[in-house]
């Protein structure tokens, strides 16, 4: 499942995701960014690699909206419109290890992630104290719990999402692979931006 499949299943299994919309006319421009919102994040949806492909603009304004949407247009019949959050960027993920089962991580996220390599791993099913270990081992930990220049951010909204991911391969065992990258995070909420799904 590509990002707009993978969203949808998890929105249907009580995760929060990003308000988004498919856009393929140019004539619907407009209007659909008028009821994501402003300031929209536009993404090709034909590929996995969209930072790569220059296929992601963040920071869409009402004004910039239609130059925009003929650029990413050109690469992708179908474009994403998403609303724009702020707050901090992690990575959730789901393997199935032929040997353990089930693995479940949590990380430093957003396009530098391969780089950074600053994540915990467990085993499912994980309880609500994994979770909060699991967090607690990251070094980004310390910004997350705010800082003289950072924000505290909802550090319980996302020990949710790891706990209900962990029921998620209970329900769907067939499950092989669920990258969330980024799951946004301020000090209100965590939502999922952006995911994909390998099933077996």
């Known amino acids: 499942m590509l990002e707009k499949e993978a969203e949808d299943f998890l929105e249907k299994n009580k995760f929060s995701v990003v308000k988004r919309t498919v856009v393929t006319k140019e004539k619907d421009v407009k209007k659909e960014a008028k009821r994501i919102g402003f300031p929209l994040v536009m993404k090709v949806t034909n590929t996995l690699h969209k930072t790569e492909k220059k296929g992601v603009v963040v920071g869409i304004t009402e004004e910039s909206i239609q130059e925009n949407y003929k650029k990413i247009a050109k690469k992708s019949k179908k474009v994403m419109f998403q609303r724009q959050l702020d707050g901090k960027e992690l990575i959730l993920g789901i393997k199935k290890d032929p040997v353990f089962g089930h693995t479940i991580l949590v ?17 499912c099913p994980i309880t609500r104290v994994d979770a909060q270990e699991m967090l607690e081992e990251l070094k980004i930990y310390k910004i997350l719990t705010g ?7 909802n550090t319980a909204s996302v020990i949710n999402v790891l706990i209900k991911l962990s029921k998620l391969v209970e329900k769907y065992k067939k499950i092989k692979e669920l990258d969330i990258n980024p799951l946004i995070v301020n000090e209100v909420e965590a939502r999922i931006a952006d995911a994909r799904i390998i099933f077996e």
């Open 107 to 123: 990380g430093a996220g957003g396009v530098y992630t391969e780089f950074v390599r600053d994540i915990a791993l467990r085993i």
């Open 147 to 153: 800082t003289r220049k950072t924000k505290v951010v």
